[in-house]
């Protein structure tokens, strides 16, 4: 049994529950691995959150209490309670219009990793919870569970040479959606590039309803998901001039996500191709697909004794890893010969 705990009850998580639901009583999730670990070995046994409407709730009612936006697509059966974690980040102007703080005392986070055998903590933190993500990579590290930084947060670079010491596992940082505007618009560059078209310039602006997004309009943090979305798309092409980034936050999209990207390229006889795309998808279920393999993952280098940030896991689910791959294709194959020679034989349906 995978015994799992997740920090911050958010839209991710309430997509991430549901799916395993979902796949447990064999829905399929299109795109994940098929690995010699079960769904059915996931067990959700502790989560943390601030705001009083989720903490001293079951999983399965917190998920759907506001500001969560994640439609309700399957039944979440859990009765773990939602424990108050820390408030270590300040609640901005924004954030504290949108997260009603729990005036309960925090809990012992290692004491409940520990009483809970934890084996895998979820960082589903929003982006600028930088010292609340290093908090709980540090009790993580204690308790001695694998931590997987779905958040912006540099924990990797903080954190990655204790957990190799320790020979634990730690995937991060800033989880890349299974198919989200980074990664289509990565992936339209990767296909230009395969037609000899040289990329000279191209934008992409997102735009969403959910608290991720209104975590951003604080300058801060909206400057570092720009600067990360940007450095990993230009990963993809040299030399081209490329910006990406949130730009604005529209309540009644809730948990969709509008993404537009433009790119200009130069093809035969020096003329200039410009592709404009328009997307359109739910942001909590983008992550449902990499978590239901990075969790599993998480198991098998601990069954193998192998810790810290694995690159070839780290560079192909996450955003801002050290290890960059020039292509989708790069990435995936460079993953299945790691679990190669990890002797894990994997297939995947995609």
Same mark, same amino acid.
């Given at each position: 049994?995978?015994?799992?705990?997740?920090?911050?009850?958010?839209?991710?998580?309430?997509?991430?529950?549901?799916?395993?639901?979902?796949?447990?009583?064999?829905?399929?999730?299109?795109?994940?691995?098929?690995?010699?670990?079960?769904?059915?070995?996931?067990?959700?046994?502790?989560?943390?959150?601030?705001?009083?409407?989720?903490?001293?709730?079951?999983?399965?009612?917190?998920?759907?209490?506001?500001?969560?936006?994640?439609?309700?697509?399957?039944? /979440?059966?859990?009765?773990?309670?939602?424990?108050?974690?820390?408030?270590?980040?300040?609640?901005?102007?924004?954030?504290?219009?949108?997260?009603?703080?729990?005036?309960?005392?925090?809990?012992?986070?290692?004491?409940?990793?520990?009483?809970?055998?934890?084996?895998?903590?979820?960082?589903?933190?929003? /982006?600028?919870?930088?010292?609340?993500?290093?908090?709980?990579?540090?009790?993580?590290? @204690?308790?001695?569970?694998?931590?997987?930084? +779905?958040?912006? =947060?540099?924990?990797?670079?903080?954190?990655?040479?204790?957990?190799?010491?320790?020979?634990?596992?730690?995937?991060?940082?800033?989880?890349?959606?299974?198919?989200?505007?980074?990664? $289509?618009?990565?992936?339209?560059?990767?296909?230009?590039?395969?037609?000899?078209?040289?990329? $000279?310039?191209?934008?992409?602006?997102?735009?969403?309803?959910?608290? !991720?997004?209104?975590?951003?309009? #604080?300058?801060?943090?909206?400057?570092? &998901? &720009? &600067?990360?979305?940007?450095?990993?798309?230009?990963?993809?092409? #040299?030399?081209?001039?490329?910006?990406?980034?949130?730009?604005?936050?529209?309540?009644?999209?809730?948990?969709?996500?509008?993404?537009?990207?433009?790119?200009?390229? @130069?093809?035969?006889?020096?003329?200039?191709?410009?592709?404009?795309? =328009?997307?359109?998808?739910?942001?909590?279920?983008?992550? +449902?697909?990499?978590? $239901?393999?990075?969790?599993?993952?998480?198991?098998?280098?601990?069954?193998?004794?192998?810790?810290?940030?694995?690159?070839?896991?780290?560079?192909?689910?996450?955003?801002?890893?050290?290890?960059?791959?020039?292509?989708?294709?790069?990435?995936?194959?460079?993953?299945? !010969?790691?679990?190669?020679?990890?002797?894990?034989?994997?297939?995947?349906?995609?």
């Amino acid at each position: 049994m995978i015994r799992v705990a997740i920090i911050g009850v958010g839209n991710v998580a309430s997509a991430f529950l549901q799916g395993l639901e979902m796949v447990k009583v064999g829905v399929k999730i299109n795109g994940t691995l098929d690995l010699p670990i079960s769904f059915h070995e996931i067990d959700v046994v502790a989560a943390f959150d601030v705001d009083k409407r989720k903490v001293g709730k079951k999983l399965s009612e917190a998920i759907f209490q506001k500001p969560n936006v994640v439609p309700r697509f399957f039944d /979440v059966k859990s009765d773990v309670t939602v424990l108050r974690g820390p408030t270590l980040d300040s609640l901005d102007v924004h954030l504290s219009q949108i997260i009603d703080e729990s005036e309960e005392s925090a809990v012992d986070v290692v004491d409940v990793l520990k009483g809970e055998n934890v084996d895998v903590v979820l960082n589903l933190l929003p /982006v600028g919870s930088d010292k609340a993500s290093l908090f709980y990579s540090e009790q993580s590290l @204690e308790s001695g569970s694998s931590f997987i930084n +779905v958040a912006p =947060s540099p924990i990797v670079e903080l954190m990655g040479d204790k957990y190799t010491e320790r020979k634990i596992p730690l995937f991060g940082d800033d989880l890349l959606s299974q198919i989200g505007g980074t990664a $289509l618009h990565s992936g339209l560059i990767e296909f230009l590039q395969k037609r000899g078209v040289k990329v $000279l310039r191209s934008y992409q602006v997102d735009i969403g309803g959910n608290t !991720e997004t209104y975590a951003t309009l #604080e300058e801060n943090r909206k400057d570092l &998901k &720009k &600067k990360i979305k940007s450095s990993f798309i230009s990963g993809r092409s #040299e030399n081209a001039e490329i910006v990406a980034g949130t730009s604005d936050y529209v309540e009644f999209l809730g948990d969709r996500r509008v993404s537009y990207m433009v790119i200009e390229g @130069e093809y035969g006889l020096g003329n200039i191709v410009r592709i404009d795309v =328009s997307m359109k998808s739910l942001d909590g279920p983008n992550a +449902v697909q990499p978590l $239901l393999d990075l969790v599993r993952l998480s198991s098998i280098a601990r069954i193998r004794n192998i810790g810290g940030p694995i690159p070839e896991i780290c560079g192909t689910y996450f955003k801002n890893s050290k290890n960059r791959y020039s292509s989708i294709d790069e990435a995936k194959r460079n993953l299945m !010969e790691w679990l190669k020679k990890v002797m894990i034989e994997p297939r995947s349906d995609t």
